[in-house]
């Protein structure tokens, strides 16, 4: 008996399968821009009419929360996580999402689950308004056990050179704004999968798995509507790290962020996993987002104004003088 490539554990048709399942929805992300039918080994965007533009880029992928999503066999939700740990990034920098690509390794390929998590990542660009043009879908027979999956994506924005946010701007007595988040988003799961083993207990009345696979949120349209109105100097993604070392990624040099963490709205899933894992507070905003996705800095004439236009943002700290970027207020 001969050799092939499918005795050798990758199935060709699971691919082509997955590719009939998606195609429709992916090509429902195109726009003017993603030129078509110019050739089948790259995807081609066309940027348009601007005046000095830069191009922003990030790359992530979904950590071990995936590991949530294929004990409970729940994909719809990864997809989102990926596209969002990428997009929430590069939004940093006013820029916009351009187009995305995602990779998908597999040990043995399931045409169900990968077309899942790439339906996911569609609806998450058709938010963003942002071109899904390719992707790689891998089985690796011998590198992944059957039924294990990586999921990571790339994402490409633009901005002009003139409008890029990087925190250059804050100055002392800037106002600190937090956007809550849906949850813990994809950061700390190797945490709190030790927290908590048994996805299908019960917490606030339903499976828990339910509440940690919540998406990460995305920000487009907050942030978006925010720079349309109002100058902002820094915006923070808050992801692994939390926002100790997130916020200061933005302060410039001798200035500091003063957080009230009294302030801060910490869901009630943190609150849990803090008491359960008997988990001091400060290692806790060290790890987590602890109900702060992202953040925005603007001048305090500013303040009202982004509140208005986005109800549940709400103020937490100032900036000031000082040698250290971030002081965490008790």
């Known amino acids: 008996m001969s050799n092939t490539y499918k005795s050798a554990g990758v199935d060709k048709e699971e691919g082509y399968k997955t590719v009939d399942k998606i195609k429709t929805a992916v090509a429902e992300t195109h726009n003017k821009n993603v030129l078509k039918n110019l050739g089948s080994f790259g995807a ?14 990030g790359t992530d992928g979904v950590g071990t929360k995936l590991k949530i999503a294929l004990d409970t066999k729940k994909y719809d939700s990864i997809g989102i996580d990926c596209f969002a740990m990428c997009a929430n990034d590069i939004l940093c920098h006013g820029a916009k999402p351009l187009f995305f690509l995602d990779y998908i390794a597999c040990g043995k390929l399931d045409a169900d689950v990968a077309a899942e998590i790439v ?6 660009c058709k938010d963003n308004e942002c071109a899904l043009v390719g992707g790689e879908t891998a089985e690796m027979p011998g590198m992944y056990q059957p039924g294990d999956y990586d999921v990571a994506g790339f994402c490409v924005g633009i901005v002009e050179k003139e409008d890029i946010i990087d925190g250059s701007k804050i100055k002392v007595g800037d106002q600190i704004i937090a956007l809550p988040s849906s949850g813990f988003h994809s950061n700390g799961f190797s945490l709190v999968r030790k927290i ?38 820094g915006i923070a993604h808050i992801t692994g790290g939390g926002i100790i070392e997130n916020i200061p990624r933005i302060i410039p040099e001798n200035l500091s962020a003063q957080i009230e963490i009294s302030k801060i709205k910490i869901p ?6 803090e ?7 400060m290692e806790m905003f060290g790890t987590f987002n602890m109900g702060v996705g992202m953040v925005v800095v603007v001048d305090p004439s500013n303040v009202s104004s982004v509140l208005n236009l986005i109800p549940d943002a709400y103020e937490i700290g100032t900036i000031t003088e000082n040698s250290e970027k971030i002081v965490l207020i008790k």
Do not use: W
């Open 119 to 124: 339906l996911g990542m569609v609806n998450a």
């Open 44 to 57: 081609f965007y066309e940027l348009g009419k601007y005046n000095n533009p830069v191009l922003v880029s």
């Open 275 to 281: 008491k359960r894992g008997n988990i001091e507070r």
């Open 196 to 233: 908590f083993p048994d996805f299908n207990e019960e917490f606030e009345g339903k499976p828990i798995h339910e509440t940690l696979l919540v998406p990460t949120k995305l920000y487009y349209q907050d942030v978006f509507k925010i720079i349309k109105d109002v100058e902002v100097a």
């Open 268 to 273: 009630s899933i943190m609150l849990e996993c």
